[in-house]
Protein backbone atom coordinates (compact mmCIF):
# COMPACT_ATOMS: atom_id res chain seq x y z
CA UNK A 1 0.00 0.00 0.00
CA UNK A 2 0.78 3.46 -0.89
CA UNK A 3 2.36 5.64 2.25
CA UNK A 4 0.10 8.30 3.71
CA UNK A 5 0.39 11.71 1.73
CA UNK A 6 -2.98 12.69 1.84
CA UNK A 7 -3.73 16.22 3.45
CA UNK A 8 -6.03 16.72 6.46
CA UNK A 9 -9.21 16.89 5.31
CA UNK A 10 -10.40 19.47 7.23
CA UNK A 11 -7.43 21.64 6.57
CA UNK A 12 -8.02 21.23 2.53
CA UNK A 13 -11.14 21.48 3.47
CA UNK A 14 -11.06 25.19 4.74
CA UNK A 15 -9.07 26.13 2.14
CA UNK A 16 -10.96 25.13 -0.63
CA UNK A 17 -13.83 26.73 0.79
CA UNK A 18 -11.46 29.75 1.02
CA UNK A 19 -10.86 29.39 -2.65
CA UNK A 20 -14.27 28.36 -4.29
CA UNK A 21 -16.47 30.87 -1.77
CA UNK A 22 -18.78 29.57 0.69
CA UNK A 23 -21.57 29.05 -1.97
CA UNK A 24 -19.77 27.41 -3.79
CA UNK A 25 -18.03 24.65 -1.23
CA UNK A 26 -20.72 24.26 1.38
CA UNK A 27 -20.59 20.90 2.63
CA UNK A 28 -24.24 21.11 3.72
CA UNK A 29 -25.11 21.72 -0.24
CA UNK A 30 -22.06 20.47 -2.20
CA UNK A 31 -22.94 20.90 -5.97
CA UNK A 32 -21.66 18.12 -8.84
CA UNK A 33 -18.68 20.19 -10.11
CA UNK A 34 -17.27 21.53 -6.58
CA UNK A 35 -17.60 18.27 -4.96
CA UNK A 36 -15.51 16.72 -7.80
CA UNK A 37 -13.02 19.64 -7.91
CA UNK A 38 -12.27 18.99 -4.28
CA UNK A 39 -11.73 15.11 -4.76
CA UNK A 40 -9.44 15.34 -7.17
CA UNK A 41 -7.48 18.04 -5.68
CA UNK A 42 -7.86 16.03 -2.57
CA UNK A 43 -6.20 13.42 -3.98
CA UNK A 44 -4.31 14.48 -6.27
CA UNK A 45 -0.77 13.59 -4.82
CA UNK A 46 -1.35 10.30 -5.03
CA UNK A 47 -0.86 10.34 -9.06
CA UNK A 48 2.66 10.46 -7.95
CA UNK A 49 2.90 7.63 -6.23
CA UNK A 50 1.14 5.19 -9.21
CA UNK A 51 3.29 2.41 -9.84
CA UNK A 52 4.41 1.42 -13.38
CA UNK A 53 5.14 -2.21 -14.72
CA UNK A 54 5.71 -3.69 -17.98
CA UNK A 55 3.12 -6.13 -19.04
CA UNK A 56 2.58 -8.57 -22.31
CA UNK A 57 0.12 -6.76 -24.50
CA UNK A 58 -2.09 -9.77 -24.49
CA UNK A 59 -2.84 -8.85 -20.61
CA UNK A 60 -3.29 -5.13 -21.59
CA UNK A 61 -6.40 -5.17 -22.87
CA UNK A 62 -8.31 -2.18 -20.44
CA UNK A 63 -4.97 -1.00 -18.32
CA UNK A 64 -4.29 2.02 -19.02
CA UNK A 65 -0.90 3.44 -20.50
CA UNK A 66 2.02 4.96 -18.09
CA UNK A 67 4.11 6.61 -21.26
CA UNK A 68 3.21 7.47 -24.63
CA UNK A 69 3.76 4.97 -27.35
CA UNK A 70 5.96 6.62 -29.88
CA UNK A 71 5.79 4.67 -33.91
CA UNK A 72 9.08 2.97 -34.21
CA UNK A 73 8.66 2.03 -37.32
CA UNK A 74 5.97 3.28 -40.72
CA UNK A 75 2.93 1.33 -40.76
CA UNK A 76 2.97 0.08 -43.23
CA UNK A 77 6.52 -0.21 -43.59
CA UNK A 78 6.31 -0.42 -47.69
CA UNK A 79 3.80 -0.07 -50.32
CA UNK A 80 1.66 -2.29 -51.12
CA UNK A 81 -1.93 -3.61 -52.47
CA UNK A 82 -5.13 -3.81 -50.55
CA UNK A 83 -6.83 -5.96 -52.87
CA UNK A 84 -6.43 -9.37 -54.90
CA UNK A 85 -5.85 -7.73 -58.88
CA UNK A 86 -4.01 -6.25 -61.42
CA UNK A 87 -1.36 -3.05 -60.37
CA UNK A 88 -0.52 -1.03 -63.28
CA UNK A 89 0.35 3.05 -63.34
CA UNK A 90 -2.77 5.15 -63.34
CA UNK A 91 -0.96 7.45 -66.86
CA UNK A 92 -3.51 4.21 -68.75
CA UNK A 93 -6.10 6.06 -67.13
CA UNK A 94 -5.71 9.58 -68.88
CA UNK A 95 -6.28 8.83 -72.47
CA UNK A 96 -9.59 9.42 -74.30
CA UNK A 97 -10.72 5.42 -74.62
CA UNK A 98 -13.36 4.09 -72.08
CA UNK A 99 -11.95 0.63 -72.33
CA UNK A 100 -8.16 -0.07 -70.73
CA UNK A 101 -6.35 -2.76 -71.97
CA UNK A 102 -3.34 -4.21 -70.44
CA UNK A 103 -1.09 -6.99 -70.86
CA UNK A 104 0.28 -8.78 -67.45
CA UNK A 105 3.97 -9.29 -67.81
CA UNK A 106 4.34 -11.21 -63.86
CA UNK A 107 3.21 -11.69 -60.73
CA UNK A 108 3.53 -10.41 -57.26
CA UNK A 109 2.60 -12.01 -54.13
CA UNK A 110 2.31 -11.28 -50.37
CA UNK A 111 5.52 -12.48 -48.32
CA UNK A 112 7.19 -12.52 -51.33
CA UNK A 113 10.86 -10.11 -52.32
CA UNK A 114 10.14 -7.80 -54.66
CA UNK A 115 10.66 -8.77 -58.13
CA UNK A 116 12.23 -6.66 -61.14
CA UNK A 117 10.17 -4.99 -63.05
CA UNK A 118 12.71 -2.45 -64.55
CA UNK A 119 11.40 -2.99 -67.89
CA UNK A 120 7.84 -2.28 -66.94
CA UNK A 121 5.93 -0.31 -69.82
CA UNK A 122 3.06 2.04 -68.00
CA UNK A 123 1.69 2.64 -71.53
CA UNK A 124 0.71 -0.72 -71.69
CA UNK A 125 1.10 -3.36 -68.97
CA UNK A 126 -0.04 -4.48 -65.65
CA UNK A 127 0.71 -6.91 -62.88
CA UNK A 128 -1.20 -9.58 -60.62
CA UNK A 129 -0.69 -8.83 -57.92
CA UNK A 130 -2.34 -9.94 -54.20
CA UNK A 131 -3.50 -8.21 -50.99
CA UNK A 132 -0.67 -7.50 -49.00
CA UNK A 133 2.32 -8.15 -51.37
CA UNK A 134 4.70 -5.49 -52.27
CA UNK A 135 3.29 -3.09 -55.17
CA UNK A 136 6.18 -2.23 -57.59
CA UNK A 137 7.45 1.36 -57.50
CA UNK A 138 6.95 1.13 -61.68
CA UNK A 139 2.88 1.21 -60.39
CA UNK A 140 0.36 3.44 -58.26
CA UNK A 141 -3.46 2.02 -58.70
CA UNK A 142 -4.49 -1.79 -58.54
CA UNK A 143 -7.68 -2.78 -59.82
CA UNK A 144 -9.69 -5.61 -57.88
CA UNK A 145 -9.48 -8.87 -60.35
CA UNK A 146 -13.51 -9.03 -60.17
CA UNK A 147 -13.40 -6.09 -62.26
CA UNK A 148 -11.78 -7.27 -65.03
CA UNK A 149 -11.70 -9.58 -67.91
CA UNK A 150 -8.79 -11.70 -68.21
CA UNK A 151 -7.99 -13.79 -71.62
CA UNK A 152 -4.00 -15.00 -72.95
CA UNK A 153 -2.40 -12.71 -70.35
CA UNK A 154 -4.54 -9.49 -71.61
CA UNK A 155 -7.29 -7.87 -68.58
CA UNK A 156 -9.43 -5.23 -70.29
CA UNK A 157 -12.01 -3.33 -67.80
CA UNK A 158 -13.87 -0.22 -68.15
CA UNK A 159 -12.03 2.64 -67.54
CA UNK A 160 -14.62 4.12 -65.36
CA UNK A 161 -14.26 1.56 -63.10
CA UNK A 162 -11.39 2.66 -60.86
CA UNK A 163 -9.87 6.26 -60.19
CA UNK A 164 -5.73 6.48 -60.08
CA UNK A 165 -4.11 5.48 -56.76
CA UNK A 166 -6.84 3.63 -55.37
CA UNK A 167 -6.38 -0.48 -53.47
CA UNK A 168 -3.38 1.03 -52.74
CA UNK A 169 -1.52 1.03 -48.72
CA UNK A 170 0.95 3.29 -48.94
CA UNK A 171 4.24 3.38 -46.46
CA UNK A 172 3.66 4.92 -43.65
CA UNK A 173 -0.24 6.50 -44.20
CA UNK A 174 -1.53 4.44 -40.77
CA UNK A 175 1.59 5.57 -38.89
CA UNK A 176 4.80 7.39 -39.13
CA UNK A 177 8.10 6.80 -37.18
CA UNK A 178 8.33 8.85 -34.25
CA UNK A 179 4.84 10.25 -33.88
CA UNK A 180 3.16 9.73 -31.08
CA UNK A 181 0.46 6.75 -31.42
CA UNK A 182 -1.19 6.37 -27.76
CA UNK A 183 -0.81 8.88 -25.19
CA UNK A 184 0.08 8.38 -21.42
CA UNK A 185 -2.83 7.95 -19.65
CA UNK A 186 -5.07 6.41 -22.16
CA UNK A 187 -7.24 3.30 -21.03
CA UNK A 188 -6.32 0.73 -23.75
CA UNK A 189 -9.09 -1.03 -25.95
CA UNK A 190 -8.65 -3.91 -27.93
CA UNK A 191 -8.07 -1.93 -31.53
CA UNK A 192 -5.17 -0.47 -29.06
CA UNK A 193 -3.53 -3.56 -28.51
CA UNK A 194 -4.04 -4.25 -32.55
CA UNK A 195 -1.73 -1.36 -32.77
CA UNK A 196 1.18 -2.08 -30.40
CA UNK A 197 1.49 -5.40 -32.33
CA UNK A 198 1.80 -3.94 -36.05
CA UNK A 199 4.21 -2.19 -34.43
CA UNK A 200 5.86 -5.32 -33.28
CA UNK A 201 5.60 -4.74 -29.62
CA UNK A 202 5.01 -7.60 -27.72
CA UNK A 203 4.77 -5.69 -23.75
CA UNK A 204 4.16 -2.37 -22.84
CA UNK A 205 3.83 -0.01 -19.87
CA UNK A 206 1.21 0.41 -17.77
CA UNK A 207 0.44 1.84 -14.19
CA UNK A 208 -0.25 -0.79 -11.33
CA UNK A 209 -4.26 -1.80 -11.15
CA UNK A 210 -5.85 0.17 -8.09
CA UNK A 211 -6.98 -1.93 -5.47
CA UNK A 212 -10.86 -1.36 -4.46
CA UNK A 213 -12.28 -3.11 -1.23
CA UNK A 214 -16.57 -2.60 -1.09
CA UNK A 215 -18.58 -3.90 1.67
CA UNK A 216 -22.43 -3.12 2.80
CA UNK A 217 -23.18 -2.02 6.15
CA UNK A 218 -26.33 -2.18 8.06
CA UNK A 219 -28.04 -4.89 10.07
CA UNK A 220 -31.26 -5.62 8.29
CA UNK A 221 -28.50 -6.01 4.60
CA UNK A 222 -29.39 -9.62 4.47
CA UNK A 223 -26.99 -12.36 2.04
CA UNK A 224 -28.50 -13.97 -0.87
CA UNK A 225 -29.73 -17.83 -0.09
CA UNK A 226 -30.78 -16.48 3.11
CA UNK A 227 -34.44 -15.77 4.65
CA UNK A 228 -35.87 -12.63 4.42
CA UNK A 229 -37.34 -11.46 7.79
CA UNK A 230 -39.84 -8.47 8.28
CA UNK A 231 -38.17 -5.24 7.87
CA UNK A 232 -35.38 -6.71 6.12
CA UNK A 233 -34.07 -6.14 2.24
CA UNK A 234 -31.08 -8.75 0.40
CA UNK A 235 -27.97 -7.48 -0.14
CA UNK A 236 -28.68 -5.76 -3.72
CA UNK A 237 -26.03 -2.81 -3.51
CA UNK A 238 -23.19 -4.75 -3.21
CA UNK A 239 -23.91 -6.77 -6.58
CA UNK A 240 -24.39 -3.36 -8.20
CA UNK A 241 -21.07 -2.04 -7.42
CA UNK A 242 -19.23 -5.19 -8.27
CA UNK A 243 -21.13 -4.50 -11.99
CA UNK A 244 -19.90 -0.99 -11.95
CA UNK A 245 -16.57 -1.80 -10.89
CA UNK A 246 -16.37 -4.38 -13.86
CA UNK A 247 -15.44 -2.07 -16.71
CA UNK A 248 -12.81 0.07 -14.95
CA UNK A 249 -9.92 -3.03 -14.58
CA UNK A 250 -9.54 -2.47 -10.85
CA UNK A 251 -8.77 -5.59 -8.51
CA UNK A 252 -11.99 -5.87 -6.24
CA UNK A 253 -11.91 -7.16 -2.71
CA UNK A 254 -15.38 -7.85 -1.43
CA UNK A 255 -15.65 -7.95 2.26
CA UNK A 256 -19.35 -9.11 1.52
CA UNK A 257 -22.07 -7.54 4.14
CA UNK A 258 -20.52 -5.80 8.02
CA UNK A 259 -23.31 -5.56 11.02
CA UNK A 260 -24.22 -2.55 12.71
CA UNK A 261 -21.24 -3.53 15.46
CA UNK A 262 -18.79 -1.10 16.31
CA UNK A 263 -15.91 -3.96 16.64
CA UNK A 264 -17.24 -5.68 13.36
CA UNK A 265 -17.02 -2.39 11.58
CA UNK A 266 -13.70 -1.46 12.54
CA UNK A 267 -12.12 -4.67 11.61
CA UNK A 268 -13.35 -4.19 8.07
CA UNK A 269 -12.60 -0.65 7.65
CA UNK A 270 -8.78 -1.77 8.89
CA UNK A 271 -8.38 -4.85 6.93
CA UNK A 272 -9.71 -2.66 4.18
CA UNK A 273 -7.36 0.12 4.59
CA UNK A 274 -4.22 -2.22 4.83
CA UNK A 275 -5.24 -3.96 1.55
CA UNK A 276 -7.03 -1.50 -0.96
CA UNK A 277 -6.00 2.07 -2.30
CA UNK A 278 -10.25 3.24 -2.14
CA UNK A 279 -12.62 1.76 -0.21
CA UNK A 280 -16.53 1.86 -1.15
CA UNK A 281 -19.56 1.29 1.08
CA UNK A 282 -22.90 1.59 1.02
CA UNK A 283 -25.37 2.24 3.85
CA UNK A 284 -25.00 4.35 7.66
CA UNK A 285 -24.08 7.70 6.24
CA UNK A 286 -27.34 9.66 6.19
CA UNK A 287 -28.69 12.18 8.60
CA UNK A 288 -29.68 10.37 12.24
CA UNK A 289 -28.70 6.99 11.22
CA UNK A 290 -28.91 4.79 14.13
CA UNK A 291 -25.98 2.97 13.79
CA UNK A 292 -22.42 3.26 13.99
CA UNK A 293 -20.75 3.24 10.56
CA UNK A 294 -20.56 7.52 10.59
CA UNK A 295 -18.89 6.99 14.40
CA UNK A 296 -16.36 4.27 12.98
CA UNK A 297 -15.57 5.89 9.67
CA UNK A 298 -14.05 9.18 11.27
CA UNK A 299 -12.74 7.12 14.57
CA UNK A 300 -10.65 5.41 12.25
CA UNK A 301 -10.09 8.04 9.69
CA UNK A 302 -10.41 11.92 8.59
CA UNK A 303 -13.76 11.64 7.24
CA UNK A 304 -16.41 14.72 5.72
CA UNK A 305 -20.15 13.84 5.87
CA UNK A 306 -21.64 15.83 2.72
CA UNK A 307 -25.13 17.12 1.93
CA UNK A 308 -24.55 16.71 -1.86
CA UNK A 309 -26.98 18.89 -3.96
CA UNK A 310 -28.27 16.20 -6.69
CA UNK A 311 -31.35 14.00 -6.92
CA UNK A 312 -31.15 10.98 -5.66
CA UNK A 313 -27.90 10.89 -4.00
CA UNK A 314 -27.88 13.39 -1.05
CA UNK A 315 -25.76 12.30 1.72
CA UNK A 316 -22.07 10.79 1.20
CA UNK A 317 -18.72 10.17 2.81
CA UNK A 318 -15.76 11.43 1.78
CA UNK A 319 -12.04 11.22 3.24
CA UNK A 320 -9.99 8.58 4.24
CA UNK A 321 -9.17 5.34 7.08
CA UNK A 322 -5.78 5.49 8.36
CA UNK A 323 -3.75 2.71 9.31
CA UNK A 324 -0.15 2.90 11.03
CA UNK A 325 1.46 2.09 7.63
CA UNK A 326 -1.55 3.16 4.98
CA UNK A 327 -4.24 4.66 4.16
CA UNK A 328 -7.25 4.27 1.91
CA UNK A 329 -9.35 6.81 -0.07
CA UNK A 330 -13.07 6.73 1.21
CA UNK A 331 -16.46 6.58 -0.30
CA UNK A 332 -19.53 6.57 1.97
CA UNK A 333 -22.51 5.93 -0.59
CA UNK A 334 -26.14 6.12 0.56
CA UNK A 335 -27.78 2.92 0.92
CA UNK A 336 -30.88 3.44 -1.59
CA UNK A 337 -30.02 1.24 -4.46
CA UNK A 338 -30.31 4.05 -7.26
CA UNK A 339 -28.64 6.83 -4.93
CA UNK A 340 -25.32 4.39 -5.11
CA UNK A 341 -25.50 3.87 -8.67
CA UNK A 342 -25.85 7.97 -9.74
CA UNK A 343 -23.37 8.53 -6.74
CA UNK A 344 -21.24 5.87 -7.99
CA UNK A 345 -21.53 7.19 -11.86
CA UNK A 346 -20.91 10.97 -10.78
CA UNK A 347 -18.31 10.47 -7.99
CA UNK A 348 -16.49 7.27 -7.85
CA UNK A 349 -16.23 6.28 -11.67
CA UNK A 350 -14.62 9.52 -12.90
CA UNK A 351 -11.96 9.52 -9.34
CA UNK A 352 -11.35 5.49 -10.16
CA UNK A 353 -10.47 6.66 -13.49
CA UNK A 354 -8.35 9.66 -12.34
CA UNK A 355 -6.51 7.84 -9.23
CA UNK A 356 -6.04 5.41 -12.29
CA UNK A 357 -3.64 7.84 -14.27
CA UNK A 358 -6.62 7.71 -17.18
CA UNK A 359 -7.27 11.49 -18.86
CA UNK A 360 -10.56 10.80 -19.91
CA UNK A 361 -13.59 8.83 -18.01
CA UNK A 362 -16.34 6.96 -19.65
CA UNK A 363 -18.76 9.34 -20.28
CA UNK A 364 -21.20 9.33 -23.26
CA UNK A 365 -23.61 12.91 -23.33
CA UNK A 366 -26.27 13.45 -25.90
CA UNK A 367 -28.90 15.95 -26.25
CA UNK A 368 -32.54 14.74 -26.90
CA UNK A 369 -36.17 15.99 -26.93
CA UNK A 370 -38.62 15.72 -23.76
CA UNK A 371 -41.45 13.86 -24.45
CA UNK A 372 -43.21 15.03 -21.13
CA UNK A 373 -42.96 18.42 -19.31
CA UNK A 374 -41.25 18.30 -15.85
CA UNK A 375 -40.75 20.14 -13.15
CA UNK A 376 -38.06 20.60 -9.98
CA UNK A 377 -36.73 22.37 -7.57
CA UNK A 378 -33.94 25.24 -8.47
CA UNK A 379 -30.71 24.34 -6.49
CA UNK A 380 -29.81 20.87 -6.93
CA UNK A 381 -29.02 18.62 -9.85
CA UNK A 382 -31.68 15.97 -10.90
CA UNK A 383 -30.69 12.82 -12.83
CA UNK A 384 -34.00 11.20 -14.07
CA UNK A 385 -34.06 7.43 -15.55
CA UNK A 386 -35.50 7.56 -18.71
CA UNK A 387 -35.28 6.12 -21.90
CA UNK A 388 -34.57 7.13 -26.07
CA UNK A 389 -36.44 6.66 -28.93
CA UNK A 390 -36.20 8.20 -32.39
CA UNK A 391 -39.00 9.58 -34.36
CA UNK A 392 -39.33 9.06 -38.36
CA UNK A 393 -37.61 12.11 -39.29
CA UNK A 394 -34.29 10.60 -37.17
CA UNK A 395 -35.12 12.85 -33.74
CA UNK A 396 -33.71 11.68 -30.24
CA UNK A 397 -36.88 11.64 -28.03
CA UNK A 398 -36.39 10.71 -24.38
CA UNK A 399 -38.93 10.07 -21.81
CA UNK A 400 -38.68 9.75 -17.83
CA UNK A 401 -39.93 6.81 -15.28
CA UNK A 402 -42.52 8.01 -14.22
CA UNK A 403 -41.37 6.75 -10.37
CA UNK A 404 -37.71 8.22 -10.13
CA UNK A 405 -37.95 6.77 -6.31
CA UNK A 406 -35.13 6.05 -5.04
CA UNK A 407 -35.22 2.69 -4.35
CA UNK A 408 -37.09 2.00 -7.21
CA UNK A 409 -34.12 -0.14 -8.86
CA UNK A 410 -36.16 -2.01 -11.33
CA UNK A 411 -36.19 1.39 -13.05
CA UNK A 412 -32.39 1.86 -13.12
CA UNK A 413 -32.33 -1.86 -14.62
CA UNK A 414 -34.82 -0.98 -17.40
CA UNK A 415 -33.38 2.72 -18.47
CA UNK A 416 -30.89 3.31 -21.20
CA UNK A 417 -29.82 6.48 -20.26
CA UNK A 418 -30.40 9.70 -17.58
CA UNK A 419 -31.98 12.83 -18.12
CA UNK A 420 -29.73 15.41 -16.47
CA UNK A 421 -31.23 18.64 -15.38
CA UNK A 422 -29.16 21.50 -13.78
CA UNK A 423 -29.34 22.82 -10.95
CA UNK A 424 -30.71 26.62 -12.18
CA UNK A 425 -33.38 24.51 -14.07
CA UNK A 426 -37.46 24.22 -12.37
CA UNK A 427 -39.39 23.69 -15.17
CA UNK A 428 -38.62 21.82 -18.56
CA UNK A 429 -41.77 22.43 -21.11
CA UNK A 430 -42.21 19.37 -23.69
CA UNK A 431 -40.23 18.87 -26.97
CA UNK A 432 -36.93 21.20 -25.13
CA UNK A 433 -33.77 19.80 -25.31
CA UNK A 434 -32.21 18.03 -22.40
CA UNK A 435 -28.74 16.84 -21.69
CA UNK A 436 -28.75 12.76 -21.34
CA UNK A 437 -25.98 10.32 -20.29
CA UNK A 438 -26.05 7.25 -21.56
CA UNK A 439 -26.04 4.50 -19.10
CA UNK A 440 -23.59 1.46 -20.65
Keep these: MMPSKLPSLDTFQDEWQSKLGSDLFNPKSLGLDAALDFMRGYTQTRLSQLKVKKIPIEEAFGRVLAVDIKASMNVPVANNSAMDGYAFHSQVLQGDLSEIQLNVIGKQFAGDMLQDFSNFQPASQAIQITTGALLPPVCDTVIPQEWVQHENAVITFPKNKIRGHENCRMMGEDLKIGEIVLSKGRRLKASDLGMLASMGLSDVEVYDQLKVAIFSTGNEVTPLGEPLLPGRVYDSNRFTLIGLLHDLNIQLLDFGIVKDDAEALKIAFSKAADQADIIITSGGVSVGEADFTKHVMRELGDVAFWTLAIKPGRPMAFGKIVQP ?61 ARLSTDFSGQLWVEPYKNQGSGVLSSMSQADCLIVLSAQTSSIEEGALVNIEMLL
Design 325 to 385: KSESILFGLPGNPVAVMITFLQFVRPMIEFLSGANTTKKVSLVAKLKVPFKKRVGRTEFLR
